[in-house]
């Protein structure tokens, strides 16, 4: 649901991506109304206390008690806000992760200055993997293990079916990466040591930018990678044919 259009961010391609503008939006209007508020309430001030309407000084002060019920309504909207709607969203993306046979999973590993996305091939099942191995392999994948042999990896671009879920586990060779795909609303921390799942659906098949999103080092700027989301059936096929195959005895 959108409130209004007014943040002019880029079109949304994921199926939960309206619902973070939503709450984008419903944040950003209720600081400016905030502002606004606290503005006009400082030039009353200005204007009440003024020191010719008021030659002597008021020991008192304020008798009345609408500040006082303005506080309590402003924390009672920001209450509303975390607890009725960020709070129950953030619990459904980081609890609910899709299971099942549609699901997709990718591995995604950054380094300094790029990314390189893992795909478990035609098995379905991811080789092991080694921090070791990051010097011969830019997933540090092992090669030699049964489950590898099938895997697919692609440096600076990564692959992904419309309309079915992507589980991406997200992880950093040497510092502290972030990997942003802002059309789909998805930015996920990338740390050395851990692998972190993020999850969403895309909706638009098309071409876009991945980005870092933390500062990382002298070629922060320049970590781009792209994005391409096509038709589910497309992607069957170029996992399939695009794996490599198993040497052959011989
Ligand atoms: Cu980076």
Known sequence: ???????????????????????????????????????????FCLWRFWHKRNPKADYVGVRGHASTHVEVGVVIIEAILLIGFALPFWAQRVEAFPV?????????????????FHYPGPDGNFGRVDRDLYVTDPAGLDREDP???????????????????????????????????????????????????TWFTPTKTGEW??????LCGAGHGSMRALYTVIEGDDFDKGVIENAPKPPTEG
């Not at 046979?101 to 995604?108: C, E, K, N, S, Y």
């Not at 930018?209 to 933390?214: A, E, L, T």
Request: proline share 6%; charged share 20%.
């Open 1 to 43: 649901m959108r409130i209004l259009d007014f943040m002019l961010l880029p079109e949304v391609g994921s199926a939960h991506g309206s619902t973070v503008d939503a709450m984008d939006e419903s944040v950003h209007l209720f600081m400016a109304a905030l502002f606004i508020g606290w503005t006009l309430f400082f030039l």
């Open 100 to 116: 099942g046979p549609d699901v997709v999973r990718i591995r995604a590993v950054a380094y300094q200055f790029g990314w390189a």
């Open 147 to 197: 489950n590898g042999l099938d895997d697919i990896i692609q440096v600076g671009s990564l692959t992904m079916p419309k309309d079915r879920p992507v589980v991406i586990d997200v992880t950093s060779k040497d510092v502290i990466h972030n990997l942003s795909m802002v059309p789909l609303r998805v930015s996920q921390d990338a740390i050395p040591g851990t692998e972190y799942p």
């Open 209 to 214: 930018d991945i980005i870092c999103g933390q």
